[in-house]
């Protein structure tokens, strides 16, 4: 993707935020609370990106059936299994939300695979999660160093802290 037409699609969700982000650095929708999103960049020489956050479900039970990005050519979501004492990648296609439970995308458990990314270290870009029965909920997301938590980020005050709309 053309770096001058991600920046404006961030532009243009940033003009329809329904609200600034708080302090937690949270977006929420129909009681869906994301905190946390980032994405580490693909490694040298490759051209998967990886997608982490936190989601509070404070509604009735749901499901992340997915999530789209104008950054990457194709998104799954994935989990790890242990498959005779070796761990493996697997794609999922969903991602229980029992009401009043927090799930979190994290390296080693449920994830987000963003294969032919246009990702690099220190941009941003919008990440749409569907659900089974909430709205879309459409959030902008750093792209930050594997490792760093966007929290240290916006802790710091280098971070634009994005915001969210519905679809």
């Known amino acids: 993707m053309h770096p001058v037409f991600k920046t ?3 532009v243009a969700v940033s003009a329809f ?3 600034a ?3 937690e650095h949270t977006h929420s ?3 869906i609370e994301i905190s946390n999103a980032r994405i580490n960049p693909p490694l040298p020489g490759q051209t998967t990106a990886v997608a982490f956050m936190r989601l509070d479900n404070h509604g009735d039970d749901d499901r992340l059936l997915s999530i789209s990005t104008p950054a990457s050519g194709r998104v799954e979501l ?3 299994t242990e498959d005779g004492g070796v761990m493996k990648m697997r794609r999922v296609e969903g991602i229980a939300l029992p009401h009043g ?3 979190d995308l994290k390296p080693g458990s449920y994830h987000v695979m963003m294969f032919d990314a246009d990702a690099a270290l ?3 870009t919008v990440l749409t999660l569907d659900f089974e029965t909430a709205e879309d909920l459409t959030i902008v997301a750093p792209i930050i160093m594997r490792g760093t938590l966007a929290e240290d980020k916006m802790n710091k005050g280098d971070m ?5 709309t519905k679809k």
């Open 8 to 10: 404006l699609t961030a």
């Open 17 to 19: 935020a329904l609200s």
């Open 21 to 23: 982000c708080n302090a």
């Open 29 to 31: 929708g129909e009681g």
């Open 78 to 80: 994935h989990t790890h």
């Open 101 to 103: 439970e927090t799930i």
């Open 122 to 124: 220190g941009d941003e």
């Open 160 to 164: 634009d802290h994005g915001s969210h």
